[in-house]
């Protein structure tokens, strides 16, 4: 296993379009973090009363334990710039023609595809912990009191985070593997979620409650929007099993789906 | 002799396009295998199912008499049609994510990179290879993990004279180690000089397969020129003569079997007649393709 993972890190790392995507990535996610005070105070001066409602200084943004799912929800916003990369990965390896090298050289189709899904792993692992680091950064900074263990209340959302990023990285895989080409691929990708809004705001007149199991929709549900609750409105502010289970089948059928794609083409 | 590579029946078809037609063919340990036919008659097809890449329609193989699996591909060095290696990565970056893939010790990449003479250029991307060197590196690839097979498709395509000199010599000394190397091409000339058997493929149909010893076996054509007013007739009855036909000013002698030149010579030479051009025409492995494939062609033909 941990063999298959370092062949696939050894196509990234002098691999400079990758550095480029990730340092991107983590660097807007810090920037993100740490501009949202001053976001809200943009708010404040652009929106007309906007401050006489709320007082933006007494919004709990970056509290414990406030601020675990305010930047875990913010920073799922931000896994398309990885689903971007991995979609590159895997397209070019059609477009080098380079995974029917791989295996000639004695790779299997299925070592080669779970070459591919471990790095998918690693990069999730790697978000949820960069992620988590931020917010306990910000957090020491911001937070008046750490109160334990109210403080680490909504701390589950880190692992939800984790699979809300492999999740979609899998879809983001198997698009690659049915399409093979990297501008179709990110373009679809870009426009999946329209589509499947779409459709959502369609069928739920015909077959009430299907919603939350749409895939995307799945995905979205594992962490969902905090800010809601300084608009005085209740949020859902833990993880439930349900929305864990219907995107740990999506995951399993977006891999399952590409498996059977690359098993029976020609390469 | 061990067999090393056994096919039955293999089959490919593309939609309604039927690429390669239930072949059969056997390689055995030693050979240098060429495997012939014009563009487009399947050779790449076939290569491509013994290496897992091509899903066979029906039919089977067999690698050192076990079913294939990507274990057994490790021990095979093979390039099929042109090179191909990540463009961002330099020569001793591919060839060390190549290493990790065949499970191939690290140590063995300067020794191959010095085989093919890519050493001082190894750490240059791979974009900024020639279309010589890209060969190059990938006969080293081929060569990465010690392989007791190897598989070169069309290996010198695109290359100029001096670079198809250099494959050549490298296929040659890889050769005399006592590899087996099965070789796809459509440069007769080629397979001619380096092969001890081959087959030929037309239109995903094997026609023809054996050692190219064979060829040029069968009857003899002998060319002649002598200054004698009746050297035509004289020629005519000479008792191994089968046909004589006159090209320019020499004649062209077809030999019936068990006669050669030196019978010939004899038989002049009692008449009274010294020949100043005498030679056994060598048939070439090019002569005999086009005569299979003509034959291929005429049979197809009536069978429709």
């Not at chain 1, 920037?31 to 401050?51: D, N």
């Not at chain 2, 250029?121 to 290879?129: P, S, V």
């Not at chain 2, 054996?210 to 002998?222: L, Q």
Request: proline share 4%; charged share 20%.
């Amino acid at each position: 296993m941990l063999h298959l993972l370092k062949i696939d890190l050894k196509k990234l790392i002098d691999y400079r379009t990758f550095w480029i995507i990730c340092g991107l990535y983590f660097f807007t996610l810090i920037l993100g973090a740490a501009s949202g005070m001053e976001f809200l105070k943009w708010l404040g001066r652009t929106i007309e009363g906007f401050g006489q409602n709320i007082n933006i200084n007494r919004i709990p943004l970056y509290h414990f334990p406030d601020i675990w799912q305010n930047l875990a929800w913010s920073a799922g916003l931000l896994k398309l710039g990885i689903a971007i990369m991995v979609v590159i990965s895997i397209t070019n390896e059609f477009t080098y023609r380079t995974i029917r090298q791989n295996v000639i050289d004695g790779l299997s189709r299925e070592q080669f595809l779970i070459s591919k899904m471990l790095t998918n792993l690693l990069l999730s692992a790697v978000s949820m912990v960069l992620v988590f680091l931020i917010a306990v950064v910000t957090g020491l900074i911001y937070s008046p009191v750490f109160d334990y263990p109210y403080g680490f209340t909504g701390i589950a959302f880190y692992p939800a985070y984790f699979l809300e990023v492999f999740a979609f990285l899998s879809f983001a895989l198997m698009l690659g593997v049915l399409l093979q080409r990297s501008g179709l691929t990110i373009v679809l990708l870009l426009n999946s979620y329209l589509i499947e809004l779409i459709i959502k705001e369609n069928i739920d007149n015909y077959i009430p409650g299907v919603v939350p199991f749409f895939p995307l929709e799945s995905i979205m549900n594992l962490v969902p929007l905090p800010f809601a609750r300084y608009a005085f409105q209740e949020i859902r502010d833990y993880v439930t099993f349900g929305s864990i289970a219907i995107a740990l089948v999506w995951t399993f059928l977006f891999n399952y789906f590409a498996y059977l794609k690359l098993k029976k083409s020609d390469i | 002799m061990e067999t090393v590579l056994s096919i039955q029946g293999l089959t490919k078809n593309f939609g309604k396009l039927c690429a390669v037609n239930s072949i059969n063919l056997e390689v055995k340990r030693g050979q240098v295998f060429g495997m012939l036919g014009p563009n487009g008659s399947g050779k790449t097809t076939t290569l491509g199912m013994l290496m897992g890449v091509v899903n066979p329609t029906a039919g089977s193989f067999s690698w050192f008499g076990q079913p294939p699996t990507h274990q057994l591909r490790k021990k095979i060095g093979a390039v099929l049609e042109h090179p191909i290696f990540y463009p961002y990565l330099s020569g001793q970056k591919n060839l060390e994510l190549m290493a990790m893939i065949k499970e191939a010790p690290v140590s063995n990449i300067p020794k191959v990179l010095e085989l093919v003479e890519l050493a001082d250029r190894k750490n240059d991307k791979y974009k900024t290879y020639s279309l010589g060197m890209k060969q190059r590196l990938a006969i080293a690839s081929a060569l990465l993990n010690d392989p007791i097979v190897l598989i070169l498709d069309e290996p010198t395509n695109g290359l100029d004279p001096m670079g198809i000199a250099e494959i050549r010599e490298i296929i040659k000394r890889i050769a005399s180690d006592g590899k087996t190397i099965i070789l796809a091409s459509h440069l007769l000339d080629e397979v001619q000089k380096v092969c001890s058997h081959f087959a030929i493929l037309r239109k995903g149909t094997l026609v023809h397969s054996g050692p190219v010893d064979d060829v040029g076996k069968g009857e003899e054509k002998v060319e002649v020129i002598a200054f004698h007013d009746d050297i035509a007739l004289l020629l005519e009855r000479f008792d191994g003569t089968i046909s004589v036909k006159k090209e320019d000013q020499q004649f062209v002698v077809k030999m019936k079997e068990g006669f050669h030149s030196q019978d010939l010579n004899r038989y002049l030479f009692e008449k009274g007649i010294v020949a100043t051009h005498l030679l056994t025409q060598k048939k070439s492995l090019e002569k005999q393709f086009l005569e299979i494939l003509a034959e291929a062609e005429h049979a197809a033909l009536i069978k429709n």
